[in-house]
Structures are given as structure tokens and as C-alpha cells.
């Protein structure tokens, strides 16, 4: 049987570590940096895992019920919501992940953007 993303890349382990760094540069940004000041990161990066981890194919789950309850009170405008969308891509081009790979999970994050943005 073929391989799924998520085994390709090499489980949570890896995901977790493109997590990490993406956080990084996600707190980092002048335009959404302030959004995750004083926020619990372990707790983020361990979700944003499991969800990344569920549209490789990997064994996680998180519901778009849970995402909503998690951003109804963050007032996420479009802007905000690019910028995280291209971060994403650009930390995941850095770790090589393949571009049709990224077109993947980029098309999962945008098509719940109406969940997130609620400005
Ligand atoms: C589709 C795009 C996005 C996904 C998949 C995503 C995913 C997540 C996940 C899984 C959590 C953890 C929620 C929990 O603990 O249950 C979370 C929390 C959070 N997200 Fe997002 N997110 C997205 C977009 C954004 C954007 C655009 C922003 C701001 C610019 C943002 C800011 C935050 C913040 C500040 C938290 C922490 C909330 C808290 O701890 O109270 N997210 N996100």
C-alpha cells in the first residue's frame, strides 16, 4: 500500500519539529506575533501537530468544531490569516517538503478559513 504523507516524512516527530519552528517565526511576525503573546505554546504546537498530522493522512484528529472554539475570540482578520498561511509554506519549502506536498496542506488550512477569520 502506498505511504502517506505523514509516514514519508516521518511521523510526529518530524511534524512536530516543523511545528516548533514554524511557531517560531509565526510569534516572531509583525503582523501576527501579538496574537500569541502569554499563549501556552506546548499546548499549540501539540495541537497544531495533531492537525497538520491529520490532513498528512497520520493517525491524529482535530475537528473543526475544536478550531473554532479555539479562534471565536482572536478577531483573525484575512490579512492575519495569509500571513500564517505563508509562513506555513515557507517553513515547510525550508524542512524540503515537496511543493505538491505543501499545495496539500496549504489547501487544508485554506479551506477552513472560514472557521478562523472573524473580522
Ligand atoms: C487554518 C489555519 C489555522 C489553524 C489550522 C490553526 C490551528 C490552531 C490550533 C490547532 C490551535 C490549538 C487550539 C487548542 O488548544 O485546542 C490554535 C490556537 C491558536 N491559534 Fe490558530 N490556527 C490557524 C490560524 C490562526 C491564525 C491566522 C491565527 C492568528 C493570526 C491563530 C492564532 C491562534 C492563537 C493565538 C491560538 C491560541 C489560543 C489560546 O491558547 O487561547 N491561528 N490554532
Redesign the pocket.
Known amino acids: 500500500m502506498a505511504q502517506t504523507m505523514f509516514e514519508r516524512y516521518g511521523g510526529f516527530a518530524s511534524v512536530s519539529k516543523v511545528v516548533g519552528e514554524f511557531y517560531e517565526r509565526a510569534t516572531e511576525s509583525p503582523i501576527?506575533g501579538h496574537?500569541?503573546a502569554g499563549?501556552?505554546m506546548r499546548?499549540?504546537i501539540d495541537?497544531?501537530t495533531k492537525?497538520i498530522s491529520s490532513i498528512m493522512g497520520g493517525p491524529a484528529s482535530?475537528s473543526d468544531d475544536?478550531?473554532k472554539v479555539?479562534?471565536a475570540n482572536?478577531k483573525?482578520d484575512g490579512q492575519?490569516?495569509n500571513e500564517?498561511a505563508t509562513i506555513l509554506s515557507e517553513t515547510l519549502e525550508d524542512y524540503d517538503f515537496k511543493a505538491e506536498d505543501i499545495a496539500i496542506l496549504v489547501r487544508g488550512?485554506q479551506d477552513?478559513m472560514h472557521i478562523?477569520v472573524t473580522q
Do not use: G, P, S
Open positions: 501576527i496574537y500569541f499563549k501556552e499546548t499549540l495541537h497544531q492537525f482535530y475544536q478550531l479555539a479562534h482572536l483573525i492575519a490569516f500564517m488550512i477552513r478562523i
